[in-house]
């Protein structure tokens, strides 16, 4: 919890009970002054009334810092260990407080497989390392392997990790853990990618055209590509979607609450509610089309009056859409589409789209009231964006110029262009 250099604060603001402590400020100096964060192990040999001494000492040393001390001639628990005294040696052993569910990651988690397959072998290293002695190492085993069965892991995979962890002595794990730092070491370069399960394998795909890079002698010589390797990055939980680090300041009526923040940001219907509004203008916070999953969050408040916006088209009958763009607002824009439908007017993708296909999109044209009653079950209108046109001539021309960049921009995000499944039938250019 908290900012990420909490831990380094709070070890500066330690350092100088430590520095006391090493330094024998104190009349009884103890063995060991062994801390981690707020958490102290200390073998005491001076008896119980000496140690009320030297705890009552320590919190004289910085005011409004107070310890707390646990003691036993039995043994006591320490972050993930229990020591103990046995034949006058120090031993230890795993430790779990009575609260922990031993909550490890699922294996039908969406992780790669072999962060899963990691999960067993690092709890196996854990306690390989931690148990002192063969017989609580052993009583260890079949406790974790019971918390790991339970949370869906194969005996085969838990007993494959046991056996490689016992490969080595329990001296190999403890002198070879920290990674020396070779300045000779070749530099890695990292693909990073999100990752998700319906994906080829990346690492395979990588491998296979490595040899490619060889072709340039030039690059070869900044890159080699037997160093690049693929990383996965983590994709965002439901923690991390619905849980935020910091509450909103009372004072900002905006931020307050996240409810409040929808309900001024996305397309919205206009004051007046217009015959677009009405009929056809989507009210949503977020964009789709039929031809990605992808939906899109809308960042701006934006109407039927909003000029210089990106709009999409979908045809809920056939499942096609559309994206356009319009340096006036909106409102205007579609009277253009009614219109051109209604005439079959070839005019742009959608009109071509309803003349090419009378017998799937059939319009009452009789009446203003039966032409819009009808035409408003077959599509929908939803703005996306609002274009920023800030650092452009605020002429008409550099306005259409602007949303022309945003507008071909959205039809690659929502994949309307022709060869995606969608309406758009050429890609604007900047």
Not at 93 to 119: A, E, G, M, Q, V
Not at 206 to 218: A, F, G, P, R, Y
Not at 313 to 332: E, H, Q
Request: hydrophobic share 30%; with cysteine; glycine share 2%.
């Amino acid at each position: 919890m908290g900012p990420k250099n909490a831990c380094a604060y709070a070890d500066t603001a330690i350092n100088m009970i430590d520095e006391l402590v090493m330094e024998s400020v104190y009349d009884f100096e103890p063995l060991l002054w062994a801390r981690y964060r707020d958490d102290i192990y200390v073998p005491w040999t001076y008896g119980l009334e000496k140690l009320e001494e030297f705890h009552n000492w320590l919190n004289t040393i910085i005011p409004g810092i107070k310890f707390t001390v646990t003691s036993s001639i039995h043994g006591i628990e320490f972050l993930d260990t229990f020591v103990y005294v046995k034949d006058d040696l120090l031993h230890t052993k795993p430790y779990s407080k009575p609260c922990d569910d031993h909550s490890f990651l699922i294996p039908t988690s969406c992780h790669p497989s072999h962060s899963l397959r990691n999960i067993p072998y690092s709890t196996a290293i854990r306690i390989y390392k931690i148990a002192s002695e063969t017989n609580e190492y052993h009583k260890a085993k079949i406790e974790y392997t019971e918390y790991l069965k339970r949370r869906g892991y194969s005996l085969a995979v838990i007993e494959e990790a046991f056996k490689k962890v016992e490969i080595h002595s329990r001296h190999y794990y403890i002198h070879t853990d920290k990674k020396s730092e070779n300045t000779n070491a070749p530099k890695l370069y990292p693909l990073v990618t999100d990752f998700n399960p319906a994906l080829p394998n990346i690492g395979k795909i990588l491998n296979k055209h490595k040899h490619i890079l060889h072709m340039d002698n030039t690059l070869i010589n900044v890159i080699n590509p037997e160093n690049i390797f693929t990383s996965f990055r983590g994709a965002k939980t439901l923690h991390d979607l619905l849980v935020h680090s910091k509450l909103p300041p009372k004072d900002d009526p905006i931020q307050a609450f996240d409810n409040t923040v929808e309900s001024i940001t996305g397309c919205k219907p206009c004051v007046k509610t217009c015959n677009l509004c009405k009929h056809y203008l989507k009210t949503t916070n977020t964009a789709y089309s039929f031809h990605t999953n992808n939906i899109y969050t809308i960042n701006n408040h934006v109407d039927c009056d909003t000029k210089n916006v990106i709009y999409i088209i979908n045809d809920l009958v056939c499942n096609f859409s559309s994206i356009g763009c319009t340096a006036d607002s909106l409102k205007v824009r579609f009277r253009n589409h009614k219109s051109h439908i209604k005439h079959n007017r070839r005019s742009c993708e959608v009109s071509t789209h309803f003349s090419d296909n009378p017998l799937l999109h059939i319009l009452d044209k009789s009446t203003n009231a039966a032409y819009d009653d009808s035409l408003k079950k077959q599509l929908e209108i939803i703005i996306i964006e609002k274009v920023d046109i800030s650092n452009t001539n605020q002429d008409n021309y550099s306005r259409l110029r602007e949303c022309k960049k945003r507008e071909c921009y959205w039809q690659n995000q929502l994949k309307t262009l022709k060869h995606y499944g969608g309406m758009n039938v050429r890609e604007e250019k900047s």
